[in-house]
């Protein structure tokens, strides 16, 4: 998919594995561009009532992946966000569309140790149910192209949280300056 320049939204999107980041960064992000911090999974949780990891157990991944898309696209109708989605938010090609259309998209990366250790003791993240290195490995290896369709990319494996959001501010900045007008 080519790399094309988003509509004049302003919305900065971050994608990535689980435990690469993207609630703290863009936390962060949203301060410094006094933009609106929008959690797609906090938006999911409230929406149904219900925790993620309920929903994987009650419904299904499949009946999830249809909120997500559902509520991204909400999501998206807005500008000047900064829109933390989940992990696998990036499966469905309609989404990986809206959010090319709909903003610069920023992935976060990290090396399998880390997002294990990282993830070490959470018991609210359905797919690592079990044996957690590898599941953490083996959804690294199916996703490993996932995420490649984003303007930058950021590994956040040796960063601290503020250096991954100056890297990303940086590329931010000359992307939407090239799209303005």
Known sequence: MPKTGP??????????????????VGAMLAEQLGYELVDLDHVIIRKEGRNVSDIFAE???????AVETEVLGQTLQGSRKVISTGGGAVL???NREMMME?????????TAEVIISRVAGDNNRPLLAGNTEERVRRILEERKDAYSF??????????????????ILMHYRVLAFKHVG
């Open 7 to 24: 509509a004049n939204s302003g919305n900065l999107i971050l994608i990535g594995m689980m435990a690469t980041g993207k609630s703290s």
């Open 59 to 65: 419904e299904g991944e499949a009946y999830f992946r």
């Open 92 to 94: 469905a090609p309609a």
């Open 102 to 110: 709909n903003g610069i998209v920023a992935a976060l990366s990290a």
């Open 150 to 167: 984003a303007h930058c990319t950021v590994d956040t494996t040796d960063l601290t949280a503020a250096q991954v959001c100056h890297h």
